[in-house]
């Protein structure tokens, strides 16, 4: 009788996983994932995070004066309103939303613990929070969003390490490497 019990009971076991699995899996998943991204290497150089605009057009805007004694924390890409704002690196989404300053925003979880921040958009494209994306995977549109109403169309874009933000320009203007 007692074998039938432990029997049954592993049985139970198996079905509670096989339940739970599907439901479990995709945490899981993300889980090794952010791990594996953290122990890479941040990025010596990344793309430009904004389809059709050329390194040669960025101006480093970083540590710009901003009101409230703030100091500007990223670059600011002009372009026309609507184009796409791509991923520069691979990572999660952690967060699709607003902010006052931003607007309407997406941060990406990339390598290193880097956290990449896209702000003032249009619109957003089809992501949610944990999705993972690739370099020129569409996060959104340009826009003018949040603190930005009134000044033309473009994309904030930001970068943010565990010591605050550093500056995106040097790591957009420099050379991407290629793989032989």
């Known amino acids: 009788m007692a074998r039938l019990f432990r029997w049954l009971w592993w049985v139970g076991v198996a079905a509670a996983l096989w339940w739970a699995w599907p439901r479990i899996y995709p945490a899981i998943d993300r889980m090794i994932y952010a791990s594996r991204l953290a122990a890479m290497a941040a990025p010596a150089s990344l793309p430009v995070p904004v389809s059709g605009v050329s390194v040669r057009a960025l101006r480093d805007t970083w540590h710009g004066a901003r009101s409230g004694g703030r100091k500007h924390e990223g670059i600011d890409i002009f372009a026309p309103r609507g184009r796409e704002v791509v ?94």
């Not at 939303?97 to 931003?102: I, K, R």
């Not at 956290?115 to 958009?121: E, G, I």
């Not at 969003?145 to 009134?150: E, K, L, P, Q, S």
């Open 87 to 180: 991923s520069s690196t691979e990572g999660i989404v952690s967060r699709v939303g607003t902010n006052n300053l931003g607007g309407k925003v997406v941060w990406v979880m990339g390598p290193g613990r880097q956290m990449h921040y896209y702000a003032h958009l249009d619109d957003y494209a089809d992501i949610a929070p944990g999705d993972r994306v690739m370099p020129g995977t569409v996060l959104g549109f340009v826009g003018n969003t949040g603190n930005a109403r009134g000044t033309p169309p473009h994309l904030h874009y930001g970068i943010y390490t565990a010591s605050g933000a550093i500056n995106p320009y040097p790591l957009l203007t420099a050379p991407i490497a290629t793989s032989k």
